[in-house]
């Protein structure tokens, strides 16, 4: 009943008068180095950072998780995703362009009308009783964006939506 351990363990101050950890302190970094036939450069080109997301106390303790990689040709790392207890931030896109199920945005009154922001949104929950109007923003080529609308009106009602033929293979 036990498991092997990779731990990093970070404090203020000193070993014998350690202080709390603040607000983006790396509490442990894993780091990815790969000789470029001259030197292993100081910068890491790929690395995972484990951060404090606010000052620590005995009460508060939260963190996030930062992913960091060079593109391609470049030699400047860059941030390209963030997790902490209730959000996931992603830098650049994400392939497939649906990525990950998102938590959708739920419009919890009851809507006329929407506009759907390809750079915010993945997935769309609402409920309609009169007639309901989409606009795009943002476009992303190739971004899925699901829009669930459940009709809480006893007869049908039209949805009008910004989709074209040009970019929709399938109607709303």
């Known amino acids: 009943n036990t498991y092997p351990l990779l ?4 404090g203020r101050g000193s070993a014998a008068t ?22 292993f450069p100081s910068s890491s080109p790929s690395k995972i950072d484990f951060l404090a997301s606010e000052n620590f ?4 303790r939260g963190t996030r998780i930062e992913f960091w990689n060079t593109p391609t040709g470049s030699n400047t790392i860059q941030k390209v995703a963030s997790f902490n207890a209730n959000t996931v ?21 009851v809507a006329t009308s929407y506009t759907v922001d390809f750079t915010r949104d993945s997935m769309v929950r609402m409920s309609v009783n009169d007639n309901m109007t989409i606009t795009l923003q943002n ?3 190739g971004k899925m964006v699901e829009v669930w609308i459940t009709n809480s009106a006893a007869q ?5 939506h910004g989709c074209l033929a040009n970019n929709s293979t399938s109607k709303l």
Do not use: C, H, L
């Not at 350690?18 to 030197?39: E, L, S």
């Open 7 to 10: 731990s990093g363990r970070m």
């Open 139 to 141: 476009y992303v080529y």
């Open 18 to 39: 350690p202080a709390a950890v603040a607000n983006n302190d790396i509490m442990m970094r894993i780091v990815g180095n790969g000789y470029t036939g001259t030197q």
């Open 57 to 60: 106390s005995d009460t508060n």
């Open 89 to 109: 931030e992603f830098m650049g896109s994400v392939n497939p362009q649906k990525g990950f199920q998102y938590t959708p945005n739920n419009i919890t009154t």
């Open 156 to 160: 049908n009602k039209t949805i009008t």
